[in-house]
Structures are given as structure tokens and as C-alpha cells.
């Protein structure tokens, strides 16, 4: 019975058989790739953390999904040129970019370095794109495609402590929109997702702090923190055949965060 709502879920996203290539193996981007793996795509996956490819193509190895692990840093100037060329090599294509890369530090504005700030961009903003001007020249290219890219209820709200991360998030939603105005007529789409308080790595630390969970799910209208798996639907969604009208849009995965 499994086997068969599983076929059904493939059939009707239409991914079954799409190439995806996805940047970030952790977290947020780990669930999605593993997601696009169980919907029938042939699944890559690119991260500079050998630990967290090692740890995903375990999981991906058991869905018997076709996948391949890249070891890069998206920071080095060229770097997403390269890895989308290994891809299509690999995977014969390139039908689905996801880029789910990013940093935080929780600090003042005025405590940050140049330097410091710099880092948290090129990570963050400047990795996507390089990785999605290289996707989006093959997709234009081929006449399709979709380009994702994980923004943040911190790219519309004023966090306190979130200047630089805010910044860059607040970049992603900007970029993908020209990017979507400009490749629309070439049939690809560009869109971002944008969680709320989200259970991941990059938030560990932060729920560690006494009160901190509470305070947080006090913000959030649902009541509670939201976890990886609830942003597969969505990216899903957004990379089927049903959403090919749907670009330039910027949506908040939050419980209700940018309602209050």
C-alpha cells in the first residue's frame, strides 16, 4: 500500500525522472533531497561538510534513487560554474536547482567586522549566485527549469542580531526576482522559500539557551517551532509540472511568524 501512494505522490508531482541538483546536505536541504529522491529524481547533492555528504548519501543509497555527492565549497569563485557542469555531466541534465546554503551570527550590528560581514554574504547570497547564473544558463538554454532558493522570515522582518544573515536573506528574495523577470519567457521559474523558526543545525545553539524555545514559539501564531520536513511539500510543489506558472514569489513556511 506504501509502494503504491508512493508511486501516486511521483506521478502526480511529474518528477519521476527530473534532474535535481541540490546545494546544502544538511538540514532543510538533506529533507529535500531525500524528498526529490522518493519522488523519482535522480538526486545531487553538493556541500563543502564531508560529514553531512557521507551522512545523506547513506540516506539516499537506502531509497535506491539514482545520486551523486559533490565536495566543494560554493564560495570560491567558480566553484558553482563547475559543479552544475559535473551535474549535467553526471545526470545527462539539469531540471531543478535548490540551493539551501547558509550561516547565522546572532550579534549587534555594530559588533560585526567587515570581514565577518563579508563572509556571511558570499556564503549565503553570493554562493547562490554563482550556482544559479550557472544552473540558469543551462535551463534558459534547454527551455525549462526550476531555481529555488531558501530565504527567511528574516529577509521581511527587523530580527535584532540578524543584520548581515537579514541582509542576505533579504538579497535572495531580490535576485530571484530578476532572475524570475528575466528568464520567465524561457520557461524556467525562480522562486524562494521562506522558512519560519525552523528545528535545524543552524538553529541548535540558539533553542539550547534557556527560555530561548519558548520565546520563540510565543512568536509563532501555530504555536510551536516547525521542522525540515515541513519545507519538502512546499520545494516539491514549487519543482513539479503544477506550479509552471508560479515565479517570482517569495513563500513564508512560518505558522503565521510574518502575520504578528
Known amino acids: 500500500m506504501a509502494d503504491t501512494l508512493q508511486a501516486a505522490k511521483a506521478a502526480w508531482l511529474g518528477l519521476e525522472g527530473a534532474r535535481v541538483l541540490v546545494a546544502g546536505a544538511g538540514g532543510i536541504g538533506g529533507a529535500c533531497a531525500l524528498a526529490y529522491a522518493e519522488a523519482g529524481a535522480s538526486v545531487a547533492v553538493v556541500d563543502r561538510d564531508q560529514r553531512a555528504l557521507d551522512a545523506i548519501g547513506a540516506d539516499l543509497d537506502a531509497t535506491g534513487a539514482r545520486y551523486a555527492l559533490h565536495h566543494a565549497d560554493l564560495t570560491e569563485h567558480g566553484a558553482g560554474e563547475r559543479v552544475v557542469a559535473d551535474v549535467v555531466e553526471e545526470l545527462g541534465g539539469l531540471d531543478v536547482l535548490l540551493h539551501a546554503v547558509g550561516i547565522n551570527d546572532r550579534r549587534p550590528i555594530l559588533e560585526f567586522t567587515e570581514d565577518e560581514w563579508d563572509h556571511i554574504l558570499r556564503v549565503n547570497l553570493s554562493s547562490l549566485f554563482g550556482l544559479a547564473q550557472a544552473a540558469g544558463r543551462h535551463m534558459v538554454a534547454q527551455g525549462h527549469g526550476r531555481v529555488l532558493a531558501l530565504s527567511s522570515v528574516s529577509g521581511l522582518l527587523a530580527h535584532h542580531s540578524h543584520g548581515p544573515y537579514a541582509a542576505s536573506k533579504g538579497g535572495i528574495n531580490q535576485l530571484l526576482r530578476v532572475m524570475a523577470r528575466e528568464w520567465a519567457a524561457s ?50 510543489f514549487l519543482s513539479s509540472r503544477h506550479a509552471g506558472f508560479v515565479t517570482g514569489h517569495v513563500m513564508y513556511i512560518d505558522g503565521g511568524r510574518t502575520l504578528v
Not at 204 to 215: F, S, W, Y
Open 187 to 236: 520557461g524556467v521559474t525562480v522562486n524562494a522559500l521562506a522558512p519560519g523558526y525552523i528545528e535545524t543545525p543552524l538553529t541548535a545553539g540558539e533553542l539550547a539557551k534557556p527560555g530561548k524555545r519558548k520565546d520563540l514559539e510565543n512568536l509563532v501564531p501555530a504555536g510551536r517551532l516547525g521542522t525540515p520536513d515541513e519545507l519538502t511539500g512546499p520545494a516539491l
